[in-house]
């Protein structure tokens, strides 16, 4: 039997490989990246916090 890929989690992988690859080998800001990617900085730095890395530069604000 065949493993089922959720469409969403593949994009979700891309997106935060793609994030960690402007992040660290480019040295893009949070801001630069989501622009890039067309995501909100916030989900940036979601993503990056995901991987072990803090997010410099953007101050959360409550919502």
Request: net charge negative; hydrophobic share 45%.
């Amino acid at each position: 039997m065949q493993p089922r890929f959720s469409p969403h989690l593949l994009v979700k992988q891309a997106r935060f490989a793609r994030v960690l690859q402007l992040w660290r080998a480019e040295g893009l800001s949070t801001t630069a990246i989501a622009e890039q990617l067309s995501i909100d900085e916030v989900e940036v730095c979601n993503l990056l916090e995901e991987a072990g890395d803090t997010c410099h530069g953007f101050e959360r604000r409550a919502i």
